[in-house]
């Protein structure tokens, strides 16, 4: 049974970093975009990043954010730089065998998903 489980989210001030990690088991995660999606109170979820061979940032996360993935260690990481007060919301990586232009549509993406980490930035 695959499985994704997300850390690293916390309560900062606004300027602030913060690394998400994502660990993956139980599936073969080299085959996989991963990506990660956002979620805050009363909006829908949101494609923030993704990694495959490449890099894929949205609009929002594009010059402050960085994702990475080590294979070897089944984990992908994602270094928050600058955050803002509207970055907070809860976090969540998942893992499909799509390209990833295609965290636009959140509904594409039905394999793997994690519980979430929760960010909270303060003004």
């Known amino acids: 049974q695959g499985r994704l489980v997300e850390s690293g989210g916390g309560f900062v001030q606004a300027g602030d970093s913060l690394r998400l990690s994502c660990v993956a088991s139980?599936?073969?995660?080299?085959?996989?975009?991963i990506a990660w999606f956002r979620q805050a109170p009363g909006k829908e979820r949101e494609g923030v990043s993704c990694?495959?061979?490449?890099?894929y940032h949205a609009d929002s996360a594009k010059g402050r954010f960085t994702i990475s993935r080590d294979d070897r260690e089944k984990s992908v990481y994602l270094q928050m730089d600058n955050l803002k007060p509207e970055d907070s919301a809860t976090y969540y990586c998942?893992?499909?065998?799509?390209?990833?232009?295609?965290?636009?549509?959140?509904?594409?993406?039905?394999?793997?998903w994690g519980q979430g980490t929760q960010v909270t930035v303060s003004s």
């Open positions: 998942a893992a499909e065998l799509t390209p990833c232009e295609t965290i636009a549509e959140v509904r594409t993406w039905r394999g793997y």
């Open positions: 139980g599936f073969s995660m080299q085959y996989y975009a």
């Open positions: 990694i495959s061979r490449t890099a």
